[in-house]
């Protein structure tokens, strides 16, 4: 039985993926600043395409995770918006509504992410939140969880948040923004322990 792939989109770091791959799952990674095209090393499918228009390959997934861009929508922004326009936050409700019509499509179980924004008031509430702190990574930065396909919230084992909000603290750079964006390692780790199981099961083992 061929392993199901992980797919996830909007991602630079690939962060997300690195514990399914450890695991023997074959994983896409899809984000505007990858080399254009697809490039594939190992397990790892490395995606360089803008989402919008970008359909993904017809084959059995295990999950999915969405990571669209907040820069337009995050309420710590909320000073900017009338200067950013109409134009910029439509574009960012799309960006978010692709990940989650690609992440229903695939029938797997599914997560969106985004920080406080302005989503939960253009489309619902969110089913989840957690800090990094919750998952062993020491630091706070509320992030808002949508999901479905009967995704598993992994249990939180909070640890001291030593180094406080130190992704608004980063100074201003080229990278400031994917390094804010980054997902934190503890929790891709709780994400997989929870929900990769059933399928580690499925399939007699991953590899």
């Keep these: 039985m061929n392993t199901p792939s992980v797919l996830s989109i909007y991602d630079r770091s690939g962060n997300f993926v ?61 000073r900017w918006f009338q200067g950013k326009g109409l134009a910029r936050l439509a574009h960012a409700i799309r960006l978010f509504a692709r990940g989650v019509e690609i992440a229903e499509w695939s029938g797997a179980p599914w997560l969106a992410e985004h920080p406080v924004s302005t989503i939960a008031t253009h489309f619902r509430k969110p089913d989840f939140t957690f800090d990094p702190c919750d998952y062993g990574d020491p630091y706070t930065k509320k992030t808002c969880l949508w999901t479905g396909g009967g995704f598993i919230m992994p249990t939180k084992q909070r640890v001291e948040p030593a180094l406080g909000s130190k992704m608004h603290l980063l100074p201003p750079s080229a990278e400031r923004a994917n390094l804010r964006s980054e997902t934190p390692m503890g929790f891709a780790r709780a994400v997989f322990a929870a929900n990769a199981a059933r399928c580690i099961a499925a399939n007699g083992g991953a590899a």
Excluded: N
């Design 18 to 78: 690195k514990p399914w791959l450890d695991a023997g799952f074959p994983c896409i990674i899809v984000d505007t600043q990858h080399e254009p095209g697809e490039h594939t090393d190992g397990l790892l499918t490395r995606v360089g395409a803008d989402v919008i228009g970008w359909m993904p390959p017809l084959r059995r997934y295990a999950f999915v995770a969405s990571f669209s861009p907040c820069t337009d929508v995050a309420v710590s922004g909320a």
